[in-house]
């Protein structure tokens, strides 16, 4: 019994860090979202919801993309509406936000629980490679790609529930997931697609009549949109002449669109992260010393771009160990899985094809935020090797996930101080509030 009573009270203390982990990035997402810099996409959805909170208009296009045009705009505007109506502070929008993307989240914390249950490690690694994780925080604005992780964290779960039996919600769930994605941002076809592998592999069941209901559920949300795209074709279209030229299938014709999501998808699985938050930050607090922030600048870039180097091998590794488990199965429409890890392999090398298909068809070279719906599918190869390869037994030493957490922690805190979208001289509150003022209106009616 007493090394039973030892694993219960060890998990105990790491589940405790866990939820400190959990509770760590709420609050690195929060004063992400106070330093914000506000300006284009986050403009746009704060004008739009506060002028239905305020005047009752809700118009029925959103953000504009790079090159198809206006994504809908019910579901963005009601973000950022909603909230408003039931508290008039700057704030509001911001804590659904954060409450949304917690609850994505927290499910697919309790994919990785199930599927991985012989201790906390697997969850500590899930705190650190997905919530702390500067890829992500980074991604911790008031613009549409940053609930992306609520529609991931829905597809996942809802995934996961389908494996042994058709169960009506889950299904249900499991469409509606692929609905809010459309409504937000155009690289919801990334879900779409690996929905379809899963059923093509038989690893899911689904339940017909759930997924005939969600899609009419879908459909009427986007009554207004469709309607206004009837009467204004011009709005699934983006009005500069260069991006004319580019068509469905555009991004296969020119290879370099799927070579760089490919790039992308490793460096998901590793440190390399956007060169907004490494290239831009320049420690402008110390500029009363001159020569220690020129110092700081260059070791800065130095340390992420070796750490990029070596995780991004590491990154390919853990995607061959991956590659190596499933290749007897990812073609196999038997509907087996031999195991829970197997299918959360498969599930991810779903959402790799998902992306190379959509980087073919797209006419655009894709960004890092066009492909933040796969971002938890391109880490779970990470994390099950990672776990594998060195946290697999019962005398293990988790001495380096504390380090991790502190170099994720600063790596965070510069960005939120000193980056392309955030600064610490930044108000998020004050430029909302101005804007307001000057655009809308400073009181409802």
């Known amino acids: 019994m007493k090394p039973l009573i030892s694993e219960t009270i060890i998990d105990s203390k790491l589940e405790r860090l866990f939820w400190l982990g959990v509770v760590l990035g709420l609050g690195l997402s929060f004063w992400y979202q106070v330093n914000q810099i506000v300006d284009g996409d986050q403009l746009q959805m704060i004008h739009r919801g506060y002028q239905a909170a305020y005047s009752g208009i809700w118009p029925s296009t959103g953000n504009a993309a790079s090159v198809v045009g206006d994504v809908p705009g019910f579901l963005s ?20 936000l954060l409450a949304m993307r917690l609850a994505g989240f927290l499910m697919i914390d309790v994919v990785i629980r199930q599927a991985l249950p012989d201790n906390m490690v697997p969850r500590l690694l899930l705190v650190l490679l997905l919530w702390l994780n500067p890829w992500i925080q980074y991604d911790s604005l008031l613009y549409n790609p940053a609930y992306l992780i609520f529609c991931a964290g829905l597809h996942l779960y809802t995934a996961w529930r389908l494996r042994d039996k058709p169960d009506f919600w889950s299904t249900f769930g499991h469409v509606l997931s692929i609905g ?33 209901a969600a899609v009419l559920v879908v459909i009427a949300s986007l009554l207004p949109y469709l309607s206004e795209l009837l009467a204004n074709p011009h709005i699934a279209r983006n009005e500069d002449p260069d991006t004319h030229e580019r068509y469905i299938g555009w991004g296969a014709v020119h290879v370099y669109p799927v070579l760089k999501s490919l790039i992308y998808w490793l460096r998901y699985g590793a440190w390399a992260f956007p060169s907004k938050l490494v290239n831009d930050a320049g420690f402008d607090w110390l500029a009363a010393w001159g020569w220690l922030e020129y110092g700081l600048v260059w070791l800065w870039r130095i340390v992420q771009y070796l750490l990029a180097a070596l995780t991004i091998v590491m990154a390919l590794i853990a995607n061959m160990a991956a590659w190596f488990d499933i290749r007897q199965h990812w073609r196999r429409r038997d509907g087996a899985v031999t195991d829970a890890v197997t299918w959360l392999l498969l599930y991810s090398f779903g959402a790799f094809w998902a992306m190379l298909v959509s980087a073919g068809l797209a006419p655009i070279v894709f960004n890092y935020w066009h492909l933040i719906l796969i971002f938890p599918a ?10 594998w390869a060195f946290f697999k037994g019962s005398a293990v030493s988790l001495k380096p996930l504390w380090w991790v957490a502190a170099f994720f922690v600063v790596t965070n805190l510069v960005a939120i101080s000193d980056s392309r979208k955030f600064s610490w001289q930044a108000s998020y509150a004050d430029q909302v509030r101005q804007y307001v003022d000057k655009e809308i209106g400073s009181a409802r009616p």
Do not use: G
């Open 77 to 96: 505007t009601a973000l950022v509406a909603v909230p408003l109506m039931l508290w008039d502070s700057p704030y509001a929008p911001i804590i659904l």
């Open 378 to 387: 391109a880490i779970m190869p990470v994390l099950i090797w990672v776990y």
């Open 180 to 212: 809010f994605a459309m409504q937000l941002h155009f690289s919801w076809p990334l879900l779409v697609f690996i929905s379809l592998y899963l059923w093509w592999r038989q690893i899911v069941r689904v339940n017909w009549w759930a997924v005939s």
